[in-house]
């Protein structure tokens, strides 16, 4: 049974994924694992917590859900890792994308996090589920919006109408998220409170909500030089007032730089979200830096400094806690983030200097 099912998972993994005949089997020994739990700490335990269980930062789900992996390895969580999702917390991590990692190291990360649950992946069909998407819709108003959100835009819970989502995720991983819920988080199983009629319109109601998105490389900007991290060298030191001796309100960052003063914005999502998006003038610091290399090039010398996230504080948080630790005095953290800076209509950019409306067509 085991070993036809996983060639022909292989298979279709391979015709979605360059990485041609990646070995998907759950067979990690001692040393890749601990190579993958060093990752996976550096890079994932911000948000989705040390042991995987979610909810560490900006209400990251759990990654040893075992409905959620039988069913999202490997097609869905490889994706997740490498595009991220459109206007959330979760930033892509493939290097196509400006992330850190090569194919081969999501594979081992996806492979890591299925091997440490024991899962055994389920077959979903690939054929689309059909329903009433009207009926869908007032489905969803009653029984989820509270948590996703009026249109699926996510709350406490994951954004389900995002485009990258629904890019990956087919009808019926879907269906079986909402049939059998998530086990250990707020996702209830839905199968006694649903029929399953109403469950295909719900399917039928958040396809309707995809844009037909597609996956493509973007054309990386090179980062900024070191020479380039003090915004208007010559200009005067901003004024900002911290909420708890940290925050600072975005309105007065943008003030700081319509006026030209003298400092240093840091952008501390992976590389890839920079990439998409960001303040200009921004500097790419990725929460997930060498700690021996955040300070390389920060001058020590009273220059202020302020961190963001889309968070909108963990990743940003843990850049200025280390800034402070060595003594770094004007410091702070934008307090709304960048994904309220966006909804505010405060300026961003994209690349190094390509200027982008507020809707970021390109992921
Ligand atoms: C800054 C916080 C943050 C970090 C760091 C982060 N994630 Fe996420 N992740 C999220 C959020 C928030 C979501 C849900 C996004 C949404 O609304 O759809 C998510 C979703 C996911 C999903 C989809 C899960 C599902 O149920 O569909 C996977 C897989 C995932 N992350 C893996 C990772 C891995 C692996 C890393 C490290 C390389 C990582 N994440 C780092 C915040 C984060
Ligand atoms: C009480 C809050 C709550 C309600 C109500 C709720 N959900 Fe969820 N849902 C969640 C959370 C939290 C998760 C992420 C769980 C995890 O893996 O950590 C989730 C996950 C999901 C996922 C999987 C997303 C992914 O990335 O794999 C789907 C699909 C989903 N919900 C659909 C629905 C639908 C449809 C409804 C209404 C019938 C609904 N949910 C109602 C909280 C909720």
């Not at 990752?39 to 930062?57: E, I, N, T």
């Amino acid at each position: 049974m085991r070993q036809p099912f996983f060639s022909a998972l292989t298979f279709l993994f391979a015709i979605y994924c360059s990485p041609t005949y990646a070995d998907l089997s759950l067979t990690l020994n001692e040393e890749e694992m601990a190579k993958a739990n060093a990752m996976y700490q550096q890079y994932c335990s911000l948000c989705h917590g040390k042991d995987r269980a979610g909810y560490k930062a900006d209400n990251a789900p759990s990654l040893k859900s075992h409905s959620m992996l039988s069913t999202a390895y490997p097609q869905l969580l490889f994706d997740s890792i490498a595009w991220g999702r459109v206007n959330s917390a979760m930033d892509g991590y493939s290097r196509d994308m400006g992330g850190p990692f090569s194919d081969s190291d999501i594979i081992l990360l996806i492979r890591w996090l299925a091997q440490k649950e024991s899962i055994t992946p389920v077959e979903l069909t690939q054929t689309s589920i059909s329903g009433d998407a009207l009926k869908g819709k007032a489905l969803y108003a009653s029984n989820c919006a509270s948590c996703h959100g009026d249109k699926g835009q996510g709350v406490t819970a994951p954004a389900i109408a995002d485009q990258l989502f629904l890019s990956s995720a087919t009808d019926s991983y879907i269906k079986h998220a909402i049939v059998n819920g998530r086990d250990d988080t707020p996702m209830q199983s839905f199968k006694n409170q649903l029929e399953d009629d109403e469950i295909n319109d719900l399917v039928a109601y958040l396809r309707s909500q995809a844009s037909g998105w597609k996956k493509k490389p973007i054309e990386l900007a090179q980062w900024p030089s070191a020479d380039e991290y003090v915004l208007n060298p010559k200009g005067q030191d901003p004024t900002f007032n911290l909420r708890e001796g940290r925050y600072v309100p975005a309105h007065e960052v943008v003030r700081a730089l319509e006026d030209k003063k003298k400092f240093i914005v840091l952008d501390t999502r992976p590389g890839s979200a920079w990439q998409r998006i960001h303040i200009p003038g921004a500097v790419p610091m990725p929460y997930y830096r060498d700690k021996s290399k955040i300070a390389d090039n920060l001058p020590n010398d009273g220059t202020w400094i302020v961190a963001y996230c889309a968070c909108p504080h963990a990743a940003s948080d843990s850049v200025i806690n280390h800034l402070r630790s060595l003594g770094y005095k004007n410091t702070a953290v934008i307090d709304e983030g960048i994904l309220k800076w966006i909804e505010m209509g405060l300026p961003v950019i994209a690349g190094k200097d390509k200027v982008v409306g507020l809707e970021d067509k390109d992921g």
